[in-house]
């Protein structure tokens, strides 16, 4: 059974529609007792990260999460907080990735929305993708590239547009809205 982590946070609906269509059950959720016995666990959001931080922490979810031992995906915000720390509200993260999560410089349209390259692939996530797919971005803040990217993006800056540590994994990205190669993506991760 696959647990999307049920949080202060907007988008869980797509991600449970795009698991489901891929022929995986599925179940939205903030039980400590699922998350621990799931088979995987997605960690989606949209929304800001130190109303987010907040929630996780009154429900007792962040040491859930940086305890689970299954694969684990984060996705957009998902990715943010499982960094260090987010310039959105000076949030404490929960510390998996060992990056800084900054806002963009307004040099170009913020946030960055819509469709773009990515290079740099290294993960078993991007498994029978080819190097020059484009994937959908929505985003102001971006995860800056450490020892954990996996993939870059570059928007006004180069930025992790993927990241991975032991059994966490993480999109900066949309794959349950890019189409047919974001599928590929969600069923690589369901498959480790």
């Known amino acids: 059974m696959i647990a999307i982590v049920k949080y202060n946070a907007g988008n869980i609906t797509s991600v449970k529609n795009a698991v489901e269509r891929l022929g995986y059950s ?11 016995k799931a088979e995987k666990v997605i960690f989606p959001g949209v929304g800001e990260a130190s109303s987010a931080m907040r929630y996780l922490k009154e429900k007792g979810l962040d040491k859930v999460i940086k305890n689970l031992t299954q694969p684990v995906l984060g996705i957009c915000l998902g990715q943010q907080l499982l960094c260090q720390f987010s310039e959105e509200g000076n949030t404490k993260c929960l510390g998996i ?12 349209k913020v946030p960055h929305m819509g469709w773009n390259t990515i290079s740099n692939t290294k993960s078993e996530l991007f498994n029978g993708i080819s190097t020059d797919e484009d994937f959908y971005f929505v985003h102001s803040y971006y995860a800056e590239i450490s020892n954990e990217t996996t993939a870059i993006c570059d928007y006004i800056v180069p930025f992790s547009a993927s990241m ?29």
Not at 97 to 108: G, L, R, Y
Request: glycine share 2%; hydrophobic share 35%; with cysteine.
């Open 164 to 192: 991975q540590k032991d059994n966490f994994y993480a999109t900066q990205f949309h794959p349950e809205k890019s189409s047919q190669v974001g599928e590929e993506l969600l069923l690589n991760f369901l498959k480790l």
């Open 97 to 108: 990735f060992e990056a800084t999560v900054k806002k963009f410089e307004p040099k170009s």
């Open 26 to 36: 599925c179940i939205v959720t903030d039980d400590e007792t699922i998350l621990k």
